[in-house]
Structures are given as structure tokens and as C-alpha cells.
């Protein structure tokens, strides 16, 4: 089946210790992304990449990096400089306009 | 920055009968595509319908239906015959070739389905 896998589903850090977020994609997307979603508010996009070794940033992008090595993977790591890094990350790929597919999320609490 | 705005933070329908969801956006662009997500408790997010602005015509899917008002720049969301299965948070969103189709997304209706 065709999907885009996020893990793990939970993840639990301790301030001040870096975090990467895995997201792999079997659809031949071009095309990756990776939003926040907090309480309240709607989803906001970190970063997205249209190609591989390609990305540009979104509007929450300060404390975050990502990497585009290969078309399938897509992986964030948040950073000890990010101040409120605890939320709900998803991470969706599209090929052109279509509309885009995402992942089941991944849970990140940091205490 | 294009914005996307859904005044409605929670709605209210009975079992069959018909709720309406508003967005409202703004752009300076005249290519675009507007999305309406659906994210139940399971928080995956799932397509509900799209619509091409370059379209005149309405988006249908089965029962969810838009009202697209280009010059108004409103897309608003019917749900005809209400099933307890559509309670989720409703989220609009816009995209254009400028950020690369991401989607700028509302900050959603949580909608309500009473038996």
C-alpha cells in the first residue's frame, strides 16, 4: 500500500536535547512537507521541499532543520533552539497541485 | 502572505439535516486551489473536497458541496443529510505555485453532530 509513514507515533525528550521526526513517503511524490499543529490553531507549515537536495522555509521555520536526500525521505529535526517545540507534527507529500497526502502525525512532548 | 479565515470556531448540526462551514481568504492571485480537510479525533487529516479557481463551477462530493465566490473570495463548505461520522475539526485551506502548493491552512470549525 502507498502511504506516508511518520515515527513514532510518540515521542518523549528532555529540554535542551535535539529530536529528529522521521517521514518516509512509497508514492513518487515530488513534492514534501512538514506542518505544526498546536491547540487552537490551524496547521502551519515548517518547511516543504520540492526536490531532492532542495528545501525552503515555511512560516515557522526558526528551530527547525530538515534534509532532502532522497525523494522518499523527508526527516525534521527539532533543535534545543526551538522555545515551545511540544505539539502535534505532520508531515504530507503532493505531486503538482493535487491536493497533499499526509501522514498520521507524530506527538512530541519535551519537558 | 495569503490568509485564510473560518470565523466559525465550533458548529452544531442534528442527525440529517444540513451545516454550512464559511471561509473566507485572501489573495492577489487569480490561479489558485482552495481545499477542505477533515481531521477527526484520530487527527489524520483527510480530503474532503477541492476546487480550482479557475473553475467556475461548484465542487461536489456526494454529500459536501462548495459555494465558491471568487470575487468575494469565499468557500464555504455544505454538508447535506448529517452523519455522526462528520464530527471532526473542518479546516479550509489555499495553495498556489508561489509556495510550492503548500497548503495555508484556517484555523478550522469544529463541528458538532447531535443525534
Known amino acids: 500500500d502507498g502511504g506516508i509513514t511518520q515515527s513514532p507515533k510518540y515521542l518523549f525528550r528532555k529540554e535542551g536535547q535535539n529530536v529528529t521526526l522521521s517521514c518516509e513517503q512509497n508514492l513518487n511524490h515530488d513534492a514534501m512537507y512538514w506542518y505544526r499543529q498546536d491547540p487552537g490553531q490551524g496547521l502551519r507549515l515548517i518547511y516543504y521541499?520540492?526536490?531532492?537536495?532542495?528545501?525552503q522555509k515555511g512560516d515557522i521555520a526558526e528551530g527547525y532543520s530538515v534534509s532532502r536526500e532522497k525523494k522518499e525521505s523527508f526527516p525534521l529535526t527539532v533543535t534545543s533552539a526551538q522555545k515551545n517545540p511540544t505539539a502535534f507534527y505532520l508531515c504530507a507529500s503532493s505531486v503538482g497541485p493535487g491536493a497533499l497526502h499526509f501522514g498520521n502525525g507524530t506527538r512530541l512532548t519535551v519537558t | 502572505a495569503q490568509t485564510v479565515t473560518q470565523s466559525q470556531p465550533e458548529m452544531s448540526v442534528q442527525e440529517a439535516e444540513t451545516v454550512t462551514l464559511s471561509c473566507t481568504y485572501d489573495t492577489s492571485e487569480s490561479d489558485y486551489y482552495l481545499f477542505w480537510y477533515k481531521q477527526p479525533p484520530s487527527r489524520q487529516m483527510i480530503l474532503v473536497i477541492r476546487?480550482?479557481?479557475?473553475?467556475?463551477q461548484n465542487a461536489t462530493e456526494n454529500r459536501f458541496s462548495v459555494n465558491f465566490q471568487k470575487a468575494a473570495k469565499s468557500f464555504s463548505l455544505k454538508i447535506s443529510d448529517s452523519q455522526l461520522g462528520d464530527a471532526a475539526m473542518y479546516f479550509c485551506a489555499y495553495s498556489h505555485l508561489n509556495s510550492g502548493y503548500a497548503l495555508n491552512f484556517g484555523k478550522g470549525t469544529s463541528l458538532l453532530v447531535t443525534p
Open positions: 476546487q480550482e479557481a479557475y473553475k467556475q
Open positions: 521541499s520540492q526536490i531532492v537536495n532542495d528545501f
